[in-house]
């Protein structure tokens, strides 16, 4: 469960929404005629040839560290999926599959039992063995090591080899959920004499990492450019990169990347400003791509930072999701590269499941139209007319302001008086780990995501006592009692069951208030296909399947 901040300049100012959002035609018309696929599509045609070499945007900054475990942010979860890979490999559509692992099963729900393929290799030859494995899923435990994903390895109470070729995970409780973190970098493999020998320096420019992966680090200069090159020993043939090299460039400017990648100087990229749409959709020498509703595991949401003050009522955080209009939002500010959320937990964490009815029906209900009349009557309700409400967002980013202004001005309309407080970056990141820095704001925007599609996983983060994304202390035993049984759920539709009956709490309290879902941006060159058109790039060997038409 990661977060990050709106960065991207927007194309339109906030104030025109409210006036013009709701009219036709306009910027979501023209989206859905650029959108180059169908909702059933998850990839780029594939690729038929082999590439000398491809660039690629590796987002808004360079990585802080090639160790997979050090950051979880785009930059190194776009790149170091393809050095290190993860236990099982997350196909496009989401579905996890054999990779280190050969294979993995569950003789009872507090058992994970994953058999190794025999195959593998690090890039420097030696093969991967238990002890690699177990060190690698441990290192998640350390507290020297710091890991972005240590949350997920809370009710892992061991993880012992128990076979020449078999390594067994162990949990507190029943756990049907833990093994999605095996197809991310949670479950990213590392040579372990390489790492201990390398100590504190592992992950640095000057020492690097030893994995199993389809590429290597080549060359790093840690702030514009990192290098990788294909690994001609890497272990599974059919899984081989096609290109020989892949760069990675890193632009924070909206402007600078539509550029490269219209002019051919990247080849392609992901998660691209929503700004840059008008400009890629008539790029001749490539294709812009827009998602459909649900393509990515994103949401922007405005967090309650305290339950007291004005949002300390549940009705003035009913009233304000009431009088958001989500859709105009979606339509203007993100040029329709977005859809209305009406739950942090939108179809892009389901719509792949099984259990998809389930989920459908419970999310249809919690549609609405905005109703600002009905909004302002309940504020008056809970005496919190003329009350301030503040909403904090970072300075440094043009969209994030325009959105708050959006917000400020759905809460004045309502009878509430809203101050927006730009935050410079240092301040604004401090709101994620600093309650006395919550403390001085009722609610501050983020943009969040999971790395696969997880409803339970994704509230468990931040509805929960123990959630890593709680910045509230909010706690209902209802959504404990149901997360802790959708955890233990094997079937997925009793699961679906579980985590809708939380789902609807968790839509009445509102400790989060959802806003909108990006759709994924992907602009591909024209001399190169393969690439996923969802967000299970995100730590994954997407780049092995890219190459010539």
């Given at each position: 469960m990661r977060r990050r901040t709106l960065r991207a300049a927007l194309p339109l100012a906030a104030a025109a929404l409210l006036t013009s959002a709701c009219a036709g035609g306009g910027p979501a018309a023209k989206a859905a005629a650029r959108s180059n696929f169908s909702t059933a599509q998850v990839s780029t045609a594939p690729a038929k040839g082999p590439l000398s070499s491809l660039s690629w945007y590796g987002d808004y900054r360079a990585p802080y560290s090639e160790d997979p475990l050090k950051t979880a942010d785009y930059p190194e979860e776009t790149i170091l999926g393809n050095v290190c890979e993860p236990l099982l490999r997350t196909g496009a559509d989401y579905s996890l599959n054999p990779g280190i692992a050969r294979s993995w099963s569950q003789p009872d729900a507090e058992h994970l039992v994953l058999d190794l393929d025999p195959r593998a290799t690090f890039s420097d030859g030696h093969p991967v063995t238990p002890a690699d494995v177990v060190y690698s899923l441990q290192r998640n435990q350390d507290p020297a090591v710091a890991s972005n994903y240590a949350d997920s390895y809370n009710d892992v109470t061991s993880i012992r080899a128990t076979g020449a070729e078999q390594v067994t995970v162990a949990f507190s409780r029943p756990d049907y959920l833990f093994v999605r973190n095996l197809g991310i970098l949670a479950g990213a493999v590392v040579e372990k004499a390489f790492a201990v020998k390398a100590g504190q320096n592992f992950g640095s420019a000057g020492t690097g990492v030893v994995c199993s992966g389809p590429y290597t680090i080549a060359s790093f200069d840690g702030t514009n450019t990192m290098v990788l090159t294909?690994?001609?020993?890497?272990?599974?043939?059919?899984?081989?990169?096609?290109?020989?090299?892949?760069?990675?460039?890193?632009?924070?400017?909206?402007?600078?990347?539509?550029?490269?990648?219209?002019?051919?100087?990247?080849?392609?990229?992901?998660?691209?400003?929503?700004?840059?749409?008008?400009?890629?959709?008539?790029?001749?020498?490539?294709?812009?791509?827009?998602?459909?509703?649900?393509?990515?595991?994103?949401?922007?949401?405005?967090?309650?930072?305290?339950?007291?003050?004005?949002?300390?009522?549940?009705?003035?955080?009913?009233?304000?999701?009431?009088?958001?209009?989500?859709?105009?939002?979606?339509?203007?500010?993100?040029?329709?590269?977005?859809?209305?959320?009406?739950?942090?937990?939108?179809?892009?964490?389901?719509?792949?499941?099984?259990?998809?009815?389930?989920?459908?029906?419970?999310?249809?209900?919690?549609?609405?139209?905005?109703?600002?009349?009905?909004?302002?009557?309940?504020?008056?309700?809970?005496?919190?007319?003329?009350?301030?409400?503040?909403?904090?967002?970072?300075?440094?980013?043009?969209?994030?302001?325009?959105?708050?202004?959006?917000?400020?001005?759905?809460?004045?309309?309502?009878?509430?008086?809203?101050?927006?407080?730009?935050?410079?970056?240092?301040?604004?990141?401090?709101?994620?780990?600093?309650?006395?820095?919550?403390?001085?704001?009722?609610?501050?925007?983020?943009?969040?995501?999971?790395?696969?599609?997880?409803?339970?996983?994704?509230?468990?983060?931040?509805?929960?006592?123990?959630?890593?994304?709680?910045?509230?202390?909010?706690?209902?035993?209802?959504?404990?009692?149901?997360?802790?049984?959708?955890?233990?759920?094997?079937?997925?539709?009793?699961?679906?069951?579980?985590?809708?009956?939380?789902?609807?709490?968790?839509?009445?309290?509102?400790?989060?208030?959802?806003?909108?879902?990006?759709?994924?941006?992907?602009?591909?060159?024209?001399?190169?296909?393969?690439?996923?058109?969802?967000?299970?790039?995100?730590?994954?060997?997407?780049?092995?399947?890219?190459?010539?038409?």
């Open positions: 294909r690994d001609p020993g890497y272990w599974d043939h059919a899984h081989a990169a096609k290109a020989a090299s892949l760069t990675f460039r890193f632009l924070s400017d909206p402007s600078a990347i539509a550029n490269a990648l219209g002019s051919g100087s990247l080849d392609g990229g992901f998660d691209l400003p929503p700004s840059t749409v008008a400009q890629l959709s008539k790029a001749t020498d490539g294709r812009l791509y827009v998602g459909a509703t649900g393509s990515t595991t994103q949401n922007i949401d405005l967090i309650v930072s305290r339950f007291t003050g004005a949002l300390g009522d549940v009705r003035v955080r009913q009233a304000l999701s009431m009088a958001i209009d989500r859709a105009g939002i979606a339509k203007t500010l993100f040029d329709g590269t977005a859809d209305p959320l009406y739950a942090v937990a939108g179809p892009g964490f389901w719509q792949t499941s099984p259990a998809e009815p389930v989920y459908a029906a419970a999310y249809r209900k919690l549609v609405q139209p905005p109703q600002p009349a009905a909004a302002a009557k309940l504020v008056a309700q809970a005496g919190a007319t003329g009350r301030r409400l503040t909403i904090g967002y970072a300075a440094d980013s043009p969209d994030q302001a325009q959105l708050a202004e959006v917000l400020q001005q759905t809460g004045d309309s309502i009878g509430l008086k809203v101050a927006i407080v730009g935050l410079p970056d240092q301040q604004y990141g401090n709101l994620f780990i600093d309650p006395k820095a919550r403390a001085a704001y009722d609610s501050f925007l983020t943009i969040n995501y999971l790395e696969y599609p997880e409803a339970a996983d994704m509230y468990t983060s931040y509805a929960t006592k123990g959630g890593l994304q709680n910045f509230n202390g909010y706690t209902n035993p209802v959504v404990e009692s149901e997360l802790l049984k959708a955890q233990g759920a094997e079937d997925v539709r009793q699961r679906a069951q579980d985590v809708t009956a939380a789902q609807a709490v968790i839509a009445r309290d509102l400790p989060w208030i959802p806003i909108v879902a990006p759709r994924a941006l992907l602009f591909q060159n024209k001399a190169v296909t393969g690439a996923p058109l969802t967000f299970s790039y995100m730590d994954n060997a997407w780049a092995a399947s890219v190459g010539a038409p």
